[in-house]
């Protein structure tokens, strides 16, 4: 079965759009039944707002990372119902920290309103769940999830405490990272054969916004209907034409990064010969009694280079 790419932002979106798969997704995640998605996800997708000539962009506005917010109520393993926010992060390049931090400190202020037992108005914060599906592998994390909790510690006692506070829970937050891109071995789980679905498969084609699933791949229940509705995406021509838009501009920018990477090489190497060139004329200048004045002048080189050199000879 041939299926769109969720890796790719727009697929991505598409995703989560839908209200009842976004639950199945974040149920998977999340490893809770998600009940209700209380409001729309806020999202940033990449920026359409491009112009390509044979493949190659000419312009283009800033795109930004694929983020959203959804406030939902999920049931953990105890049955009891809690009101979270749930801020979902994609991103494919490296090195987004800082992107990452920020959009979390807005979070961080957002508050929720409710009608208390007495038929008061209340404001209060939300706990936060963070999860970033990653396009690239961290790394020391041989693993394709990993989860951090925000469990309280005793340090005294060197135990950990089952206790609840708003104080603890509101000011730490656990955190689920997706390597989406990392293969290892398979352990048959349902976030396993879902993180599959990113991977890049699709034989004997130039695109890979379009994948094919494994033959022997089997999925049921919430996965089956993930699976059915990326494969549905198949016959939306304007979802397909945003995908080949982002797939030249994800080609382009790789290539634009080695363009840049090969010209520092050059000049490095460069920089290396002129450097090697100035070091041999010292030398001799030094050799036929050049003063240290007269070297730094025709060379460039500093004091301390010409010393060293001085005191090799």
Do not use: C
């Amino acid at each position: 079965m041939k299926i769109i790419n969720p890796l790719y932002d727009s697929a991505f979106k598409y995703l989560m759009d839908n209200e009842q798969i976004a639950k199945m997704v974040l149920s998977i995640i999340l490893d809770t039944k998600v009940l209700q998605l209380q409001s729309k996800p806020e999202e940033t997708p990449i920026n359409a707002n491009m112009l390509i000539e044979t493949e190659k962009i000419v312009n283009v506005t800033p795109v930004k990372m694929a983020r959203y917010d959804f406030k939902a109520i999920i049931q953990p393993e105890n049955g009891e119902e809690q009101t979270v926010l749930i801020e979902l992060q994609k991103y494919n390049q490296p090195d987004p920290i800082l992107r990452f931090r920020q959009y979390l400190a807005s979070n961080y202020l957002k508050e929720d309103t409710f009608i208390d037992s007495n038929g008061k108005e209340q404001v209060r914060s939300l706990p936060i769940i963070t999860i970033y599906i990653l396009g690239f592998n961290l790394d020391g994390f041989e693993t394709q999830a990993i989860k951090v909790l925000n469990q309280p510690f005793d340090l005294i006692k060197n135990k950990i405490l089952d206790v609840k506070n708003d104080f603890v829970n509101l000011l730490t937050h656990p955190s689920i990272i997706l390597q989406a891109a990392y293969k290892g071995k398979n352990y048959g789980t349902r976030l396993e054969k879902f993180l599959n679905l990113f991977h890049q498969k699709l034989r004997g084609e130039n695109s890979d916004y379009i994948i094919e699933l494994e033959k022997d791949e089997k999925f049921d229940g919430d996965l089956k209907e993930i699976v059915e509705y990326l494969s549905q995406a198949l016959l939306n021509e304007k979802l397909l034409r945003q995908l080949k838009l982002e797939e030249s501009f994800n080609k382009s920018v790789i290539n634009l990064k080695n363009d840049l990477e090969e010209e520092r090489r050059q000049k490095e190497l460069a920089l290396a010969k002129e450097k090697e060139k100035s070091i041999k004329l010292a030398l001799k200048m030094l050799k036929y009694g050049e003063t240290i004045e007269e070297v730094m002048q025709e060379t460039g080189l500093t004091r301390e280079e010409i010393e060293k050199i001085k005191k090799k000879m």
